[in-house]
């Protein structure tokens, strides 16, 4: 089955401990995407890649790190995190990044304490 | 500066009416407009993509509409179901150097009511 999968799905951490949060899809697509999702905000991007070791910060990068060492998988690295990245966090991918429809993984609750 | 904003924020129908959610952008320049549906909890789907020569898309009992000329789309939900109960995101590309840019809208919350 052709998707996008996260790890893990929730997540409640504390301050300052550095955590990563796993992307993989199995579509051989070369674009993929980070996005984190608050109250009342639309969708923002916080990294993207065009392709492997290709990566580009988004709109929102502060306070995260991404690697692109293989096609399909695109971790997210938060060093130190804190509280203001409790989010909602989405990983997606697509064929190509224009007229593309990207696909969305499950999502991943982080709470961070 | 680039925008996407929806209306209304929430809505709620009974089973089997019609709705229309509407989208104003002012994403230039413009690439294409997405419509997504997410149910809660989960990532968002596709329901259409449009380009800037088209003006209908249809998908099943969804279908979306672009004015490329006012910068507004709208996504109509014909015989509505308690399944459509869900967030409508859209989502305009805009190109610019070296690639494009994604601005995502807050989202229309859709409530369908037996």
């Known amino acids: 089955e052709a998707q996008v999968t996260q790890n893990p799905r929730y997540l409640i951490t504390v301050t300052g401990k550095k955590l990563t949060v796993t992307c993989s899809q199995n579509m051989n697509h070369e674009y993929m995407s980070w996005y984190r999702q608050d109250p009342g905000l639309g969708l923002r991007q916080i990294y993207y890649s065009m392709n492997v070791e290709v990566t580009d910060k988004g709109d929102v990068p502060e306070g995260y790190k991404v690697s692109r060492k293989e096609k399909r998988n695109f971790p997210l690295i938060l060093e130190s995190p804190s509280p203001n990245q409790t989010s909602l966090y989405f990983c997606?991918?697509?064929?190509?990044?224009?007229?593309?429809?990207?696909?969305f993984g499950p999502g991943t609750r982080l709470t961070v304490l | 500066k680039n925008q996407v904003e929806q209306s209304p924020q929430s809505l709620i129908i009974l089973e089997g009416k019609n709705c229309t959610l509407q989208c104003n952008y002012t994403v230039s320049p413009f690439s294409n407009l997405r419509w997504y549906k997410q149910d809660t909890g989960r990532g968002p789907v596709s329901l259409t993509i449009m380009t800037f020569s088209e003006n209908t898309k249809s998908n099943g009992r969804y279908t979306a509409t672009l004015d490329a000329d006012t910068k507004q789309s709208s996504l109509h939900i014909t015989a509505s179901q308690l399944s459509d109960s869900a967030s409508y995101i859209c989502v305009v590309s805009a190109k610019r150097t070296g690639g494009f840019k994604t601005i995502f809208g807050a989202g229309t919350r859709l409530f369908v009511k037996a």
């Open positions: 997606a991918s697509s064929p190509g990044q224009y007229e593309d429809t990207q696909y």
